[in-house]
């Protein structure tokens, strides 16, 4: 992603920190047995107001995706849901001599709660 010149004009912090989170497309009427299974990404960077991560797949721009985010000092998951809301298509990685789209999305959180937001706060120093 390309850094803006100027003043930096988030409200919150952003901490590059290796992080593990699982995430899936949001269903939001679906039963259990009828959700899709969760993927597990690494998060590059984190904020009170979103993430990023790298992913094999494209997903749509606004995709509605739901997140469980291990926190270090946390014992339960950060769970909350986030809409996409950047898609770069950073590199290229072969395996078996195929080339395989890495795509890195950042997404903006639209439901989280107030203290896992604060629990975000803490872990970024902000």
């Given at each position: 992603?390309?850094?803006?010149?100027?003043?930096?004009?988030?409200?919150?912090?952003?901490?590059?920190?290796?992080?593990?989170?699982?995430?899936?497309?949001?269903?939001?009427?679906?039963?259990?047995?009828?959700?899709?299974?969760?993927?597990?990404?690494?998060?590059?960077?984190?904020?009170?107001?979103?993430?990023?991560?790298?992913?094999?797949?494209?997903?749509?721009?606004?995709?509605?995706?739901?997140?469980?985010?291990a926190?270090?000092?946390?014992?339960?998951?950060?769970?909350?849901?986030?809409q996409?809301?950047?898609?770069?298509?950073?590199?290229?990685?072969?395996?078996?001599?195929?080339?395989?789209?890495?795509?890195?999305?950042?997404?903006?959180?639209?439901?989280i709660?107030?203290?896992?937001?604060?629990?975000?706060?803490?872990?970024?120093?902000?």
């Amino acid at each position: 992603m390309a850094q803006e010149s100027g003043p930096e004009k988030r409200k919150y912090k952003r901490v590059n920190r290796r992080l593990t989170a699982r995430v899936r497309p949001y269903q939001k009427n679906k039963k259990p047995e009828e959700s899709v299974k969760w993927d597990i990404v690494t998060i590059r960077n984190l904020s009170a107001t979103g993430v990023s991560f790298n992913y094999t797949q494209k997903i749509a721009l606004d995709t509605i995706l739901e997140f469980k985010i291990a926190l270090p000092f946390t014992a339960e998951p950060l769970h909350c849901l986030g809409q996409i809301c950047r898609i770069d298509e950073e590199t290229m990685i072969k395996i078996k001599s195929r080339g395989i789209p890495i795509y890195w999305i950042a997404v903006r959180f639209i439901d989280i709660d107030t203290d896992k937001k604060e629990a975000i706060i803490k872990l970024t120093g902000h």
